[in-house]
């Protein structure tokens, strides 16, 4: 009987024969992993070492391209009358390389806090952030946030929206001598269906709203934005249109009131692909079917079709980062259960959603040794010594990887959203476990650059924590190779894959 290889697992769950395109964000060629069809991890690995955070910023541009393209597609197809905005939910992660990515490649802005906005405003001043973006502000205001936005509209902004999350924010706004354009955001509609418990405490509920239409209405400001935020990863198409079907007939009702109205903003929930090799979701399909409804609901209620906002947070960035881990040493586990792959880092750090997320899952494969037998197995954090430092959860299934008894470097995907803005960034970690290397890839005039930054190092951290790192024989960082030259696929492979210089 033929002993069951890596490679054979991955064929029988997704098809794959070994060669080409795996996901939308990882390829295979001559037995070595590349990101985006263009950059070597194995390569990587090689010169640089790991542990290693790989993020890859054309991986963004393609996201935001594609779903901008589908909504193009259904717009045709549905002969939907009004604009589709794409806008990126910029907490999913705001490191300045994802969010001037994002804008680049065409997406509007939406922000949850004080900080995000300044940010905004900084990118905005310097011409980063476009001026016929729109900036939908979501989110409780506090003094610090609304002051923002005024500040961000009395600096001649015209499209920064606040969406309304309680009315002592517009009792506030509403008296900035600028015109301000408002948003509702629906209450009802953050736990309508009972599978978001939390996302219930925000917005307005229907009789608050009919009282901020009224105020806006005998101000000089004007309502434009309605706002419904079903919830996160939500893979059920027709779930995700009958729990929004609610909530259109609302916008409509307000809109025969309201003439001003021209945005609906159907928030965030779009899945990615990023976390299950097996993913499948039609987008287009979803976008048709959504703009087939609003236009037909219009049509019902005799208002002109909105033009369409979509959030997209965890879609726009889970794929364009990797994090790259060495199994550092394999411990046995006891009768019957799967055995450990100890690893140079800790999960809980770099993957908090694994704490925070009922059944959250990761894509992670091996860089090498796909043709060995795999074991099951579970990660454990070699660089804590905690109980919770483990993946799989153990509720979940083990991992089937191939058996080694250490060296193998192993790729978790689907890491570029929330999970550093959870854990933090720069800051003293669980354990005191550093931050990974980060080599940064951007594209520019169709060409890749790249740049590192180095691994945390120990001082820095006691520095963080209000210690004096005193003199010591032992190195301060852990070993880690230095840069040599970056890695992209050879010209020599094959005509449709370009080999572009970094």
């Known amino acids: 009987m033929k002993t069951l290889t890596f490679a054979d697992l991955i064929a029988q769950q997704t098809g794959f024969a070994g060669e080409g395109r795996l996901t939308d964000f990882v390829s295979r060629y001559d037995g070595e992993l590349y990101f985006g069809d263009r950059l070597n991890l194995n390569r990587l690995a090689r010169q640089h070492g790991a542990p290693l ?16 393209g589908w909504a193009e597609q259904a717009r045709a197809a549905t002969e939907y009358p009004a604009a589709f905005h794409y806008a990126y939910a910029t907490k999913a992660n705001f490191a300045a390389e994802a969010v001037q990515t994002a804008l680049a490649a065409g997406a509007h802005y939406e922000t949850s806090a004080t900080a995000d906005l300044i940010i905004a405003h900084g990118l905005w001043r310097q011409g980063i952030l476009p001026a016929d973006r729109l900036i939908c502000c979501n989110g409780s205001k506090e003094p610090a946030y609304r002051d923002a936005i005024r500040n961000f509209r009395l600096d001649g902004c015209e499209t920064v929206i606040p969406v309304l999350d309680d009315l002592d924010e517009l009792h506030d706004l509403i008296n900035t001598p600028a015109p301000i354009q408002f948003g509702v955001r629906e209450r009802a509609a953050g736990n309508r269906d009972g599978r978001h418990p939390g996302n219930d405490r925000f917005g307005l509920t229907t009789a608050e709203i009919e009282q901020a239409a009224e105020l806006i209405a005998n101000s000089h400001h004007t309502l434009v ?29 307000l ?3 309201v003439p001003t109205l021209r945005y609906f903003n159907f928030g965030g929930g779009m899945p990615t692909s990023g976390y299950q090799l097996t993913f499948t979701f039609d987008y287009q399909r979803f976008l048709s ?21 979509g959030e997209f947070g965890r879609y726009t960035v ?5 994090y790259l881990v060495e199994v550092g040493s394999v411990k046995e586990g006891h009768a019957g259960q799967p055995d450990w792959y100890l690893v140079n880092g800790s999960m809980m750090v770099m993957l908090p959603d694994t704490l925070f997320v009922s059944g ?13 037998p795999v074991r099951p197995v579970r990660l454990a954090g070699r660089r804590t010594c905690d109980s919770d430092d483990i993946y799989p959860r153990p509720e979940q299934a083990p991992l089937w990887l191939p058996a080694t008894e250490g060296g193998l470097v192993l790729a978790i995907f689907g890491i570029g959203a929330y999970q ?3 854990a933090g960034r720069g800051g003293a970690h669980h354990c005191l476990t550093p931050e990974a290397a980060r080599f940064i890839v951007e594209e520019r005039d169709g060409r890749l650059s790249s740049r590192i930054t180095p691994q945390q ?16 024989a032992l190195p301060l960082t852990l070993p880690f190779r230095q840069p040599v030259r970056p890695a992209v696929l050879p010209a020599r492979r094959r005509m449709r894959e370009r080999a572009l210089s970094v």
């Open 289 to 309: 079917r959504l703009m087939a409804t609003i236009r037909d609901l219009c049509a019902e209620y005799g208002v002109p079709a909105p033009e369409l906002i």
């Open 318 to 322: 889970a794929t364009h980062s990797a």
């Open 255 to 257: 809109r025969q009131r």
């Open 457 to 472: 190092d120990q001082a820095t951290i006691m520095r963080l924590l209000g210690y004096r790192p005193q003199p010591t």
């Open 360 to 372: 959250q899952e990761f894509v992670i494969l091996p860089l090498t040794d796909w043709d060995k």
């Open 420 to 422: 550093q803005m959870i």
């Open 225 to 253: 934005l309605y706002h419904a935020m079903i919830g996160s990863q939500i893979e059920d198409e027709a779930h995700f249109l009958t729990t929004l079907r609610a909530s259109i007939e609302n916008y409509c009702r």
């Open 53 to 68: 955070e790989v993020v890859y910023t054309p991986q963004i541009t393609a996201q935001v391209q594609r779903m901008i």
